[in-house]
C-alpha cells in the first residue's frame, strides 16, 4: 500500500482542514502509512460527513480550531512539533463564496498567511504544502489545460481567493523559504474531485446522494458544465509524493498542477449518465441556469509537469473513478460495511492499481 518509500513512517504530519472531505481521506492514507496524525480544523459540519463516518475523532489526534486565529494555531503547531505539514482549511465553494465573501476572502487568504506563519515559527518541520484549487487561475475558458506558470486569477470570490491564496505561497516561498531554511514549501491544484463522504451543498455528486436518500427529483443547475472529474484519490497520491520529493530536495517547491487524464473532461451530463451505469435510483431533470451567479463552463489543468518531474500520474479511468465514488455513498447509505473498513479498502485497492501502472511505465 505503500507509494511513498516509507516517507511518512512513524512521522508527525499536521493537517489542517481535516474535518473536511479531502482532509478526511488524507488523515485515513496518512494513517495507513503508519504516520502520527494531528489535525486542526473546524467540527465537521453534519452526520453523515466523512470525518465522522469514519469515526476519525477517535482515530487520529484532532483539535477543533478555526484557521483565522492565528495565536491557537501557533499553540497548536508549537505543541505538536509535527514534521510535515498540509493546509486543507478552506471554505471550498464557489456559490457560498457569493453569499460570504469577507468570509471567503478571510479564510481562504488570511488562513494561508496563518499557516505558513506557523509554519515559519515552527522549526520542526521540514515540509508544508498548500492545497489549493484548479480554479486558481485565471480562466478564459480555454480548451486546453492551465500551465502552473499560467496567471492566477478569478471571476467569483471563491476562485479570486485560490488565487490569492497561491500569491501568498509564492511571497512565502521567496520571502522566507528560498535559501538555506528549516523548510521546503510547495502548492498544489487540483480539479473537480469525488469520492465517498463528500456531503457539500451544491456540488453533483452529494446533491445525486441527498436526492436519492429523499427519494426527490435531481434538478441540474448547468448539465453543460466540464469539469476534470478526478477520484479524492489521485490528488491525494500526487500530493503524498509531492511531500515525500520535497523531504528529499527542495528543489521541488513551487506550484503544481495534479488533474486527471485529458479525456477525464466530461460534462456534469455525462457524469450522471455515467453514475446510472451503477445505480438509476433518481430521476433527473435539467433546469435553465441563465439567472445563476458566474461558474466556469470549462476548465482543465496540465499535468506535464508533474508527470515529468514527479513521476506522478493519475491511474483511474472514468468508469473506475465513478465506480469507486457510487459504491462507496451506497455503502454508507445500505450500511453494507463500517465506513473506515470500505475507505481503508478503496485505499488499498487504488495503490495497488498504482503500484501495477508504475511498473507498467518503469518496463517501458
Not at 502548492?187 to 436519492?212: C, H, K, M, Q, T
Not at 449518465?273 to 441563465?290: H, L, P
Request: with cysteine; charged share 25%.
Amino acid at each position: 500500500m505503500n507509494l511513498f518509500n516509507n516517507i511518512f513512517l512513524n512521522k508527525k504530519v499536521l493537517l489542517t482542514g481535516d474535518t473536511g472531505f479531502k482532509g478526511s481521506w488524507l488523515s485515513i492514507w496518512l494513517k495507513e502509512l503508519g504516520t502520527e496524525v494531528y489535525g486542526y480544523a473546524l467540527p465537521p459540519l453534519r452526520e453523515e460527513d466523512n470525518f465522522v463516518k469514519c469515526n476519525l475523532s477517535n482515530i487520529i489526534n484532532h483539535q477543533d480550531g478555526d484557521i483565522r486565529n492565528l495565536t491557537k494555531l501557533l499553540n497548536y503547531f508549537e505543541k505538536v512539533q509535527p514534521e510535515f505539514a498540509f493546509h486543507l482549511a478552506a471554505q471550498p465553494l464557489v456559490l457560498e463564496s457569493y453569499k460570504s465573501p469577507h468570509y471567503t476572502f478571510e479564510t481562504n487568504v488570511m488562513g494561508t498567511v496563518n499557516f505558513f506563519e506557523a509554519v515559519r515559527k515552527t522549526k520542526s518541520i521540514k515540509v508544508a504544502v498548500n492545497i489549493t484549487s484548479d480554479k486558481c487561475y485565471q480562466n478564459n475558458e480555454w480548451v486546453w489545460g492551465y500551465r502552473e506558470n499560467d496567471p492566477m486569477g478569478g471571476k467569483d470570490p471563491y476562485s479570486a481567493s485560490k488565487g490569492c491564496s497561491e500569491l501568498v505561497t509564492t511571497a512565502y516561498l521567496n520571502s522566507f523559504f528560498s535559501k538555506d531554511t528549516h523548510c521546503t514549501i510547495a502548492s498544489a491544484r487540483a480539479g473537480n474531485v469525488i469520492g465517498a463522504g463528500d456531503w457539500a451543498e451544491n456540488r453533483i455528486i452529494p446533491d445525486y446522494f441527498r436526492a436519492l436518500l429523499g427519494k426527490n427529483k435531481l434538478l441540474v443547475r448547468n448539465p453543460i458544465a466540464t469539469r476534470p472529474w478526478q477520484h479524492v484519490l489521485e490528488p491525494l497520491s500526487g500530493y503524498l509524493l509531492l511531500a515525500s520529493k520535497l523531504s528529499e530536495d527542495a528543489k521541488y517547491s513551487g506550484g503544481w498542477n495534479f488533474g486527471p487524464k485529458d479525456e477525464m473532461n466530461y460534462s456534469v451530463r455525462e457524469l450522471l449518465k455515467e453514475i446510472n451505469k451503477f445505480d438509476q435510483s433518481v430521476e433527473i431533470t435539467e433546469g435553465n441556469d441563465s439567472i445563476k451567479p458566474y461558474e466556469a463552463k470549462i476548465l482543465k489543468l496540465d499535468i506535464s509537469k508533474a508527470v515529468f518531474e514527479l513521476g506522478w500520474k493519475p491511474v483511474l479511468d472514468f468508469n473506475k473513478t465513478v465506480e469507486l465514488t457510487v459504491s462507496g455513498y451506497l455503502n454508507d447509505i445500505k450500511n453494507i460495511s463500517d465506513s473506515l473498513e470500505n475507505r481503508v479498502a478503496t485505499i488499498k485497492e487504488y495503490s495497488d492499481i498504482a503500484t501495477k501502472q508504475r511498473i507498467k511505465w518503469s518496463e517501458k
